[in-house]
């Protein structure tokens, strides 16, 4: 059973384990910190597996919309609906807390992430190029207009 549940710092140590294995140019452990400590923009949630932290998602509520930072799943667990369970509680607390649309930037080459995004209402609205420092990548920009 997936549970997905709101950040806490406890969940830190294991949630920097997913962030490293996920991204080329991982947060730090203190960012994640004071995005949950001191962002009173931010919500980030955590999903469990069988008790194990394999994943986690991160939005910030700017006035109506929903700006989504991170979503990232254990590489052992990709392929399970863990993003797509993290994806989906992420857009049912945007409701609860009166966010009417959402926005994203994905890699151009995460043909994954995208079609996860797609699932859930998210459509290409436009680009940034070479958004992405590590390699100068183009980032899509993704929408959700209706939560």
Known sequence: MIEVIQMTIEHIDDVMVVENLSFS??????????????????YYFVAKYNGALVGYGGMWKV???????????H??????GIGSRILSYMIEEAKT???????????????AAQGLYNKYGFVSAGIRKAYYADNGEDAIIMWKFEI
């Open 75 to 80: 590489p052992e667990y990709r392929g399970d």
């Open 25 to 42: 140019i991982p947060w730090s452990r203190d960012a994640l910190i004071e995005e949950i400590n001191n962002n009173k923009f931010a």
């Open 97 to 111: 807390i009166g966010i009417e649309k959402m926005t994203l930037e994905v890699r151009k080459s995460n043909n």
């Open 63 to 73: 006035f109506e919309e929903g700006h989504i930072m991170n979503i990232a799943v």
